[in-house]
């Protein structure tokens, strides 16, 4: 997996910036500076982690004016000698002493490979390498928060603390069934068992906290339903802070289904705003409305817009069948109208159609027109998918689907040890099962996984990281 070839690649975007950053990292990297950088020293002479100012040249021509930080190994991110060209930052400059640099004895990098050096050559885990991207893509406060726990080594903790219980005690089975005159097994199933069940819970509760590290990463796939003229695209342009629909009197206005990433509280929702709810015999629209309710099917969240200025219908009823048994949030919207309809009215009317469904489903009154009552809506959806504040000291939220898969094999691995506990199974059944929940934790950080599975996570990471 390990390829000492000096690499290098452009570190920052390939848009016209202040400055830009090539990176070099390898065997040769001080090598391929001393060849194209001209100022008052050799590079390759200096002391580790200075930066020094001059020239990049391409034989007798002059590239760019350069800042040149120059770090051995091994106390770089890459754990090998790296040179980082910070330049101006246009795009043809950036490219021409990229080109440069790779005339002079470096090979493109590929994408990751930079991080994965640094995980080949133990400078971080596995889960720590997965958060670096995390942290390039985290698009809200917490996505980034988790991301930096994990970075730190948050989940690498977790999974060693309970790595090291799990080979304990499968090493004193291994050493009790070698050497029975001396050691003896005699009611450590009991012992056992007790221990399983201490770490399930633990694999437990990580298992559970991916919901949760699901909705910070990638954000509450959110539905607005409604009938037609409730009020939800003026919602989603409250919601979004800008015209992102088409407002008006006329019902029907939304035929198609318009798509928004909004921030509320530190967290993403992208919204979905669907066709009003109705029979309608106009093809088109009639295509928009069973967009909405396929959508409202896949949703982390629907909220429900009601127009308290006109009487509930059949339209209304339609989507409160929809709602029931669904994270649901209703609006009881135009409040700042004359208002036929009231939290007890649709309190009553939710009950008779969809009974004990609705006993959970919160209902706040809101004028998105006059944008009341939305700072109410905002701090319940942060209550709902987060349980109020988060601590990132703590927790450790898991965010990544490998992760996730990994843990759920160790956890089932212990169910299984537990059972052969219970069935009066002989020990070495016990150590078989519990070293399969040790390698399944040792795949997250990295002690256990195959070549292909590296080049694949890798792979899914930016050129020049």
Partial sequence: MYSKETIAAISTGMSNSGIGIVRISGEEAFQVIDKIYKGKEVLSKVQSHTIHYGYIVDGKETIDEVLVSIMRAPR?????????????????????????????????????EFTKR????????????????????????YALKSSMSQLKGSVKKKIEEIRKQIIYHTAFIETALDDPEHISVDGYGEQLEGVVETLSEELKDLIDSSENGRIMKEGIQTVILGK?????????????GRERAIVTDIEGTTRDVLEEQIQIQGLNLNVIDTAGIRETEDKVEKIGVDKAKEYAEQADLIIYVVDASR???????????????????????????????????????????????????????????????IRDFENLLKKMFLQGEISFNDEVYITNMRQKSALQDAYNSLKKVKESIEMGMPEDFYSIDLMDAYEALGSITGETIGEDLVNEIFSKFCMGK
Avoid: W
């Fill in 311 to 373: 009487e509930l219908d059949e339209n209304d009823i339609e989507i409160m069948k929809i709602i029931a048994g669904k994270k649901a949030v209703i609006l009881l919207n135009k409040m700042d109208l004359n208002v036929l309809i009231s939290k007890e009215n649709l309190e009553q009317q939710l009950h008779k159609e969809i009974g004990g469904a609705c006993k959970n489903i919160p209902m706040i009154e809101i004028s998105a027109k006059e944008e009341q009552g």
């Fill in 228 to 240: 037609p003229n409730a009020g939800k695209s003026s919602l989603l342009n409250v919601l979004s």
């Fill in 76 to 112: 770089t991110f890459t754990g090998e000698d790296t040179v980082e060209i910070n330049c101006h930052g246009g795009v043809y400059v950036v490219k021409r002493v990229l080109d440069t640099v790779l005339r002079n004895g470096a090979r493109p990098a590929e994408p990751g």
């Fill in 118 to 141: 640094a995980f080949l050559n133990g400078k971080m885990d596995l889960s720590q390498a997965e958060a670096v991207i995390d942290v390039i893509t985290a698009k809200n406060e």
